[in-house]
């Protein structure tokens, strides 16, 4: 009698073991069997909210609902949104990791690529907007129109011609150098100030001299099929962001501590030195790009300072990446709405200079250096003078709506005339 009941409770026992595994007969109700390969084998695939780790090949069963797959080999990981169709009792998903490598290009030290998610990204056509004017390029005028970048790390984005698609990203409280298309213009920092109400404010002024200066890298972000959604650190610039397009991007190595900076003070009128008492390290960057349709690409990139960059992804291929029986993940194409917008009617002008400067606006006095007013949207004829010494003069398109900054650094008009700012 005790044998007997020895045995009954051992196979007892044996079953609820088994009923700890998946694959193995541990689910009631309906199920599915998953097989999942890869090339290369030998890949690590974990299932979200099952505690067990599986190498391809890998059989598994699973209850007939959507699960999260994730395959990983190297720097490469696939995230499949599964989602069985009703009474599919077998699946077969397939993963070439060698295709992945073909798509990709650029220094990214790991990827992730999502299918099944249908993740709608905005379009060019949904986010056009009309062009956001700047000043012709000038290496002795501090100018460009500023937008705000990402928040963590906070940036700000610099373009110097409506018409080029080329950005400059200023990291917070870092002495940085303008430079558009390899021509480098003025010194300058932006200081940016985040408020609880999600608003922020930024304060950009030009330096004389700095105990660092950051450098740059170019990033040159391309796709097949362009018109790709870009993101840096998960921030889309609206209406600008869309392949193809340059960004340089500041590269530091290590962290700097008690940075000194001589500027000028506009307000004051006179240099003063403003310690920075910390800047952080930031060499690796978070890329991602999206198209409807498309499997949704996510890449950390290292970058070195001083150097040019091609980013690159082929849709088309990433697409092949994964087959589920023996198919291409088929991925919803939203329809493309047009977003609203308002357009105002006046931009915030701001224009700096190291001397005081008579400012005429479409021949118009309307005051000095420093000058702060909202002014018109539109094209406007832009004067400054020094007495009856011409330092500036051109029309400018300040755009519309938001902020629009020329700063005139007057330091060879200083040397010439032989100025001692006040």
Not at 336 to 354: A, E
Request: aromatic share 14%.
């Amino acid at each position: 009698m005790f044998q007997k009941r020895h045995v009954f409770t051992t196979l007892i026992m044996f079953l609820l073991a088994l009923s700890a595994i998946p694959g193995v007969n541990a689910f009631n109700g309906n199920t599915i069997m998953l097989k999942i390969e890869s090339k290369p084998s030998n890949a690590v695939v974990i299932i979200e909210g099952i505690n067990k780790t599986f190498k391809t090949p890998a059989v598994i069963e699973l209850p007939a609902r959507s699960w999260i797959i994730k395959i990983s080999s190297g720097n490469y990981t696939v995230l499949y949104n599964l989602t069985p169709s009703r009474g599919e009792r077998f699946i077969k998903m397939v993963v070439y990791f060698g295709r992945i490598d073909l798509a990709v290009k650029g220094p990214f030290k790991n990827i992730t690529v999502k299918y099944g998610f249908n993740i709608t990204v905005p379009t060019k056509e949904e986010e056009y907007v009309p062009p956001v004017a700047a000043p012709f390029w000038d290496e002795e005028v501090c100018g460009g129109i500023i937008m705000f970048g990402p928040r963590n790390p906070p940036m700000v984005i610099y373009k110097y011609d409506n018409r080029d698609p080329y950005y400059q990203l200023f990291l917070n409280s870092t002495p940085s150098i303008e430079e558009y298309r390899g021509r480098k213009g003025c010194k300058m920092i932006e200081m940016i100030y985040y408020f609880g109400n999600d608003s922020a404010m930024a304060r950009g002024f030009p330096y004389r001299k700095a105990s660092f200066i950051v450098h740059n890298s170019l990033l040159s972000i391309d796709t097949q099929p362009e018109n790709a959604t870009a993101y840096i650190f998960d921030f889309h610039r609206f209406g600008e962001w869309f392949t193809p397009f340059d960004v340089l991007v500041p590269v530091i190595m290590e962290p700097q501590r008690n940075v000194s900076l001589v500027h000028y003070d506009f307000e004051l009128r006179n240099l003063t030195t403003t310690v920075i008492p910390h800047i952080p390290e930031l060499h690796t960057y978070k890329i991602s790009l999206g198209h409807n349709g498309y499997p949704f690409f996510e890449g950390w990139v290292e970058l070195r300072p001083d150097q040019s960059y091609n980013i690159g992804v082929n849709f088309n291929i990433l697409k092949s990446a994964l087959t589920v029986n023996g198919n291409e993940v088929e991925m919803q194409v939203p329809k493309t709405k047009k977003i609203k917008y308002y357009l105002p009617n006046t931009t915030l002008l701001v224009i700096n200079s190291t001397v005081a400067l008579d400012v005429y606006i479409d021949g118009s006095y309307v005051g000095k250096t420093p000058f702060k007013d909202e002014v018109p949207s539109g094209e406007h004829d832009i004067l400054l003078k020094f007495g009856s010494y011409v330092v500036y003069h051109k029309k400018l398109n300040i755009g519309y709506g938001g902020r629009f900054r020329l700063t005139v650094y007057t330091a060879y008009l200083e040397r010439a005339l032989k100025i001692v700012p006040s």
